[in-house]
């Protein structure tokens, strides 16, 4: 039974990469598990002197803000609505390859760059109220006076960017828009660092926890959900060193040399980052094997205790053995006190070898 389960979820778990198996390239398919009920975009349109905060509830608003004088951050939740994010896609002129990447929730975070508009995907973590790691694609398109950001759904880490936007904070009111781009990728790289600490703190309490020699039983389900969880952050962060590292490099009108800076301090961040992830998964392994060590060493101490009343009773099965046989003649079978001597010497041996035990330390 246990086995056909298993067999269910992993058929399951591989139907989101068939959905783009025999489509049309560019043919857009949603293939997350995140489906929002409504479409909400968000917009923030600013400059120096001024911040329009709008959301747009008529898609059509969204094709507003190309060609203004001002820096727009276009914020989309809900890929599932595939029709309208293509309507915006088309007014923007987004290649339809670009569209379906945006969709599909698996993309390996990567930047692709064209003639008007660099497109980069990557991966937001972050830990909910119960400490549940919650993954999210998010996909930029970074326009000469727009971020358009695309999200699964509601909800993300970019609330000090719209504190910052609505006070006039730092310089992202004052910059052009990769400096916009570069303060979304460093918000999510940010939190990255919140997730790695929540991480070794998990990492320590199961080391104290199996360093006190008394483990419980399902602590290895625990070291086994955070070793997933490990993996999950090296996947997001690893190809993203990639992507930054590139954007250091890239000649593109839309990048500014002035910005090459800032891109540079979080591909530091990322190498920071990166150096924890390896060293919290060594020290994974190290658990793994310091609770099979665990494990070794209680099973060894069952086995002692149960050796040591093996061979104490060894000598008091032999003696018992000898006049249990049912032997015509056995002279001490004869003498008065025979049985109170034989119990005599057989609690002797007993007490004898338990002190024996003892100053051996094997009790």
């Known amino acids: 039974m246990k086995l056909f389960n298993k067999k269910i979820k992993l058929k399951i778990r591989s139907q989101d990469y068939k959905k783009h198996v025999g489509q049309v390239p560019g043919t857009l398919v949603y293939t997350g598990k995140k489906t929002d009920n409504v479409l909400k975009i968000d917009s923030f349109d600013y400059n120096k002197d001024r911040l329009e905060e709008t959301q747009i509830i008529d898609i059509n608003d969204a094709k507003l803000f190309r060609d203004t004088d001002s820096i727009t951050w276009i914020n989309v939740n809900g890929l599932n609505f595939t029709d309208e994010i293509e309507t915006i896609g088309n007014h923007y002129e987004l290649h339809p390859l670009v569209l379906e990447d945006i969709v599909n929730t698996n993309q390996r975070p990567k930047i692709d760059e064209y003639d008007d508009y660099i497109f980069v995907v990557l991966k937001m973590l972050h830990y909910d109220d119960q400490e549940k790691m919650i993954l999210e694609q998010v996909s930029f398109v970074l326009g000469k006076n727009y971020v358009i950001s695309f999200q699964e759904a509601e909800g993300d880490v970019f609330d000090s960017i719209r504190d910052r936007l609505r006070h006039a904070k730092g310089r992202v009111r004052t910059q052009h828009s990769d400096y916009l781009l570069y303060a979304l990728m460093d918000s999510v790289v940010d939190h990255y660092f919140s997730v790695i600490e929540i991480l070794g703190n998990k990492i320590e309490d199961l080391e104290t926890e199996l360093f006190a020699g008394q483990p419980r039983e399902d602590i290895n389900i ?142």
């Open 222 to 363: 625990e070291v086994q959900q955070l070793k997933r969880e490990i993996l999950k952050v090296r996947r997001a962060i690893f190809p993203l060193r990639e992507v930054v590292s590139r954007i250091e490099k890239i000649e593109h009108p839309l990048i500014y040399k002035r910005t090459i800076t800032y891109f540079r301090d979080v591909y530091d961040h990322l190498i920071q980052v990166s150096e924890n992830i390896d060293i919290y998964r060594e020290m994974i392994w190290s658990l793994m094997d310091m609770y099979m060590t665990t494990v070794s060493n209680k099973m060894n101490e069952v086995m002692k205790v149960l050796t040591i009343i093996a061979t104490i009773f060894i000598p008091l099965t032999f003696i018992a053995g000898i006049y249990g046989m049912n032997f015509e003649y056995i002279p001490e079978l004869q003498y008065k006190y025979s049985y109170f001597i034989l119990w005599g010497i057989m609690i002797l041996l007993f007490v004898g070898m338990l002190i024996y035990f003892r100053r051996k330390k094997w009790l």
